[in-house]
Structures are given as C-alpha cells and as structure tokens.
C-alpha cells in the first residue's frame, strides 16, 4: 500500500524557517518524480517544487531563492526546506509523487502558518 507521510509543518513567524519531510512507502521511491504542493484557504491548489528522479529540480517563482526541494533515495524521503517565511506562504502542504507510469500519489498534507 503506499503511503506517503508529511512531517515538519507548524507555525513560525514571517522570516522564520521551516523544513518538510515527506517519507514514502509502498512506492520504487528512486523511480518516482516528487514534489510539494500547497493548497491556501479558498484557492487552488498550487505546485511549489519537484524533483525528478535524477535529480532535477523546479520551483514555483514565488518561492525561487527561499526553497529548496531534495531528496534521499536511501531514506524514501523527500525534503522542502523553506528559508524566509512570510504570510503568503500559509497553506496546506501536500506530497506528491508520480511513477514511471504517471501513476500519481498524494499525502495527507501539513500546515504550515506563517504569523507574528
């Protein structure tokens, strides 16, 4: 059965940081392409970062330069550290992952709340 568990999130104060973990089971973890998403109250749910299997990695524009997305393949963990938190950043925060054969998966997602 595969699961994908999120862990870190939290509340911090704008400027503050905070790193994510999602630790996956029941998936070839080093086959997938990962990423984190987040879903704000009362909008869409967005993309924030990926990560291939190899390696490469995208980011939302508004969050270039503050997260980073990385991966351990030992471990079947995937990482968002996130640096410069500001109240935009507030959402739900989702795991994703998607196998060689577009066989897509979700977590259950972790708050994050950025405020002073």
């Known amino acids: 059965q595969v699961r994908l568990a999120e862990s870190g999130g939290g509340l911090v104060q704008p400027g503050g940081s905070l790193r994510l973990s999602c630790a996956a089971s029941?998936?070839?973890?080093?086959?997938?392409?990962m990423g984190w998403y987040r879903q704000a109250p009362g909008k869409q749910r967005e993309v924030v970062a990926t990560?291939?299997?190899?390696?490469?990695?995208n980011y939302a524009d508004s969050v270039k330069g503050r997260f980073t997305i990385s991966r351990d393949n030992a471990k079947n963990t995937v990482y968002l550290q996130m640096n410069s938190l500001n109240p935009e950043d507030t959402a739900v925060y989702y795991c994703?992952?998607?196998?060689?054969?577009?066989?897509?998966?979700w977590g259950q997602g972790t708050q994050v709340t950025v405020s002073s």
């Open positions: 990560i291939t299997s190899s390696g490469s990695t």
């Open positions: 994703h992952s998607r196998s060689i054969t577009n066989c897509e998966k």
């Open positions: 029941g998936i070839i973890f080093r086959l997938n392409a």
